[in-house]
């Protein structure tokens, strides 16, 4: 008679969900990365300023613990910058890995053979698409192939946590608590 330990060992098509768990390198030298890459990437910002959340984003690539990432805040606070730019040059150095977001409001269907990554920034300016009468939420099929394939998601936001319980359906929410959230608070760079 088989055991169900025989099962695990043989049943290739039987595997477990497994997130990749990276880890980037020290605090220290990953702040530093930090600092140049948001310094180089966004020049409209005058002076860098370090908010305390992005300690919070620094210490999730010094170990990702197999989570993905979600920043949300107010508009201005570099957000974008951040996903767009200063992770995927950290992940460049340190994986050799191309991380390419999409926004949001242009999501279609997900490119399912690509990188082990979902990035979308700017959650919540999408719209419901509408393919022959069926509709389609291209943001909560995204997510939910991050989970189902087990793909780091990284998303921006500036919705509120409340105005996200608003907007999606709980299978939605509920993958998104994978992720680590870190809610950036502090004036708009922007002049």
């Known amino acids: 008679m088989r055991t169900i330990e025989d099962t695990f060992k043989n049943a290739d098509f039987l595997q477990p969900k497994v997130f990749n768990r990276?880890?980037?390198?020290?605090?220290?030298?990953?702040?530093?990365?930090?600092?140049?890459?948001?310094?180089?990437?966004?020049?409209?910002?005058?002076?860098?300023?370090?908010?305390?959340?992005?300690?919070?984003?620094?210490?999730?690539?010094?170990?990702?613990?197999?989570?993905?990432l979600m920043l949300m805040g107010e508009c201005g606070l570099g957000k974008s910058t951040i996903l767009n730019f200063v992770i995927p040059a950290i992940f460049r150095t340190r994986t050799n890995k191309i991380l390419r977001s999409v926004p949001a409001k242009e999501l279609g269907a997900v490119?399912?053979?690509?990188?082990p990554f979902i990035i979308i920034d700017d959650l919540g300016t999408e719209s419901i698409k509408n393919d022959y009468g069926t509709k389609i939420d291209a943001v909560a099929d995204a997510i939910s192939y991050a989970e189902d394939s087990s793909k780091t998601l990284l998303?921006?936001?500036?919705?509120?946590?409340?105005?996200?319980?608003?907007?999606?359906?709980?299978?939605t929410l509920d993958r998104l608590r994978k992720c680590k959230v870190v809610i950036i608070k502090g004036k708009s760079f922007r002049n």
């Open 111 to 115: 490119d399912r053979n690509k990188a």
């Open 155 to 171: 998303i921006t936001t500036n919705l509120t946590p409340k105005a996200l319980k608003e907007r999606y359906d709980e299978r």
């Open 22 to 68: 990276y880890k980037l390198g020290e605090r220290e030298e990953i702040k530093e990365m930090f600092i140049k890459s948001f310094e180089y990437y966004d020049r409209t910002v005058e002076k860098y300023e370090h908010l305390p959340a992005y300690d919070e984003i620094i210490d999730w690539m010094v170990d990702t613990k197999g989570r993905g």
